[in-house]
């Protein structure tokens, strides 16, 4: 025995308000990042490996469209698990300017989407330029 | 950053899914979740573009080009290093992530049990992105 109570609710309690699903298609995107953070780990062994013929051959191996389709799903699950971390940022780590709060859509601009739409920015800059 | 629990009440979500009584592990792994959001949140939409769309995509000769430019970068130590700090902590976000999403689908008598294969794998990812990082 635990000594917790927990109260029993339904499998799919998940299907019984819009709020709850939004939850969980949060949590789950972690499967997809998760899953991502594996093949770019698969993706830097070609290269430890075999250097860069080897990653060569790898990134045309998975240039074709159902990986190109996983990318898109991956692609869509790490954004979206972007915007709803940044977006519970001024309510986790309230920023107070004396005795006003900073209104929560600038505190999740200044604390989370600026900085990240710099750092996508600058990763892709040195990558196309 | 801390404090990433506040945000994950809306399931009906007990923050301490650990031990009670005694003391429990799970503020560490608040801190190492929270952490890991955030650099997963920052990094990885633009390493998806990167490695999936840009360094497969295009004519041979642009894509041998990026690819020796994206080798050059991982093969210089600050970016290796950063690259294992976000990796791991990003790992071991997602293991959390998913212990308790499992938890919170009914497997929260196994919380315990779940932090072998969530923890260990992030751990055992960690050490592998080391290893591989170590030989590029």
């Known amino acids: 025995m635990s000594g917790q109570y927990h109260r029993s609710h339904r499998w799919a309690w998940f299907f019984e308000r819009p709020g709850y699903l939004l939850f969980m298609v949060r949590e789950l995107t972690c499967f997809f990042v998760g899953g991502y953070l594996v093949v770019l780990l698969v993706t830097l062994g070609k290269l430890a490996g075999g250097g860069e ?35 519970a940022v001024p309510q986790a780590m309230p920023i107070y300017l004396g005795e ?27 990558v196309l330029r | ?10 399931g009906g979500r007990a923050a301490t899914g650990g031990r009670a009584g005694g003391r429990s592990d ?8 929270s952490a890991g959001g955030v650099m997963a949140a920052l990094f990885v939409p633009a390493f998806v573009i990167v490695t999936g769309f840009l360094l497969p995509a295009g004519d041979e000769a642009v894509a ?5 430019q994206f080798a050059a970068a991982v093969g210089w130590w600050p970016v290796k290093l950063a690259l294992l700090g976000v990796l791991a ?48």
Do not use: Q
């Open chain 1, 53 to 87: 013929t080897a990653l060569v051959e790898w990134l045309a191996s998975v240039s074709g469209p159902w990986w190109l389709t996983a990318h898109l799903v991956a692609l869509v699950a790490a954004v979206w698990h972007t915007v709803t971390w940044f977006g």
């Open chain 1, 100 to 126: 006003n709060r900073l209104p929560a859509p600038i505190a999740a601009i200044v604390m989370g989407y600026g900085p990240w739409l710099t750092v996508t920015a600058v990763i892709l800059w040195w």
């Open chain 2, 1 to 10: 950053m801390s404090g990433g629990g506040k945000g994950r009440g809306t």
């Open chain 2, 26 to 33: 799970e503020a560490l792994w608040w801190a190492l979740f």
């Open chain 2, 64 to 68: 041998a080009e990026r690819t020796a």
């Open chain 2, 89 to 136: 902590l990003s790992l071991v976000h997602c293991g959390h992530r998913i212990r308790h999403t499992m938890m919170d689908l009914g497997l929260r008598r196994y919380s315990g049990l779940l932090k072998v294969p969530c923890y260990g794998g992030a751990l055992a990812g960690t050490i592998w992105a080391a290893m591989l990082l170590w030989g590029i």
